[in-house]
Nanobody
């Protein structure tokens, strides 16, 4: 059973930065992408960023220019560098591998 484990969440002030990491328990050859989703209280889960096996990257409009997704060559680890964080970025952030496997999430709170 593939496991995804996120880390790096926490409390940060507006304008601050955090780097999330997601490590898979094994290399997953069957997936086309890895990505990050988030779910804020009372809202639906939404896509934040995705990176495909061949390198194509997509970002939600709300994070373009502030967040950067990256991965290792084996696509076993994916990162999300989050800069200039805003209170509206507060959410539980989930890592996904091809929308087939999901981590348990890491909480990001942006507050002064």
């Amino acid at each position: 059973q593939v496991q995804l484990v996120e880390s790096g969440g926490g409390l940060v002030q507006p304008g601050g930065s955090l780097r999330l990491s997601c490590a898979a328990s094994e290399i997953i050859f069957s997936i086309a992408f890895m990505g990050w989703y988030r779910q804020a209280p009372g809202k639906e889960r939404e896509s934040v960023a995705e990176i495909a096996r061949l390198g194509r990257i997509n970002y939600a409009d709300s994070v373009k220019g502030r967040f950067t997704i990256s991965r290792d060559n084996a696509m076993k680890t994916v990162y999300l560098q989050m800069n200039n964080l805003k209170p509206e970025d507060t959410a539980v952030y989930y890592c996904t591998a091809g929308s087939k496997y999901w981590g348990k999430g890491t909480l990001v709170t942006v507050s002064s």
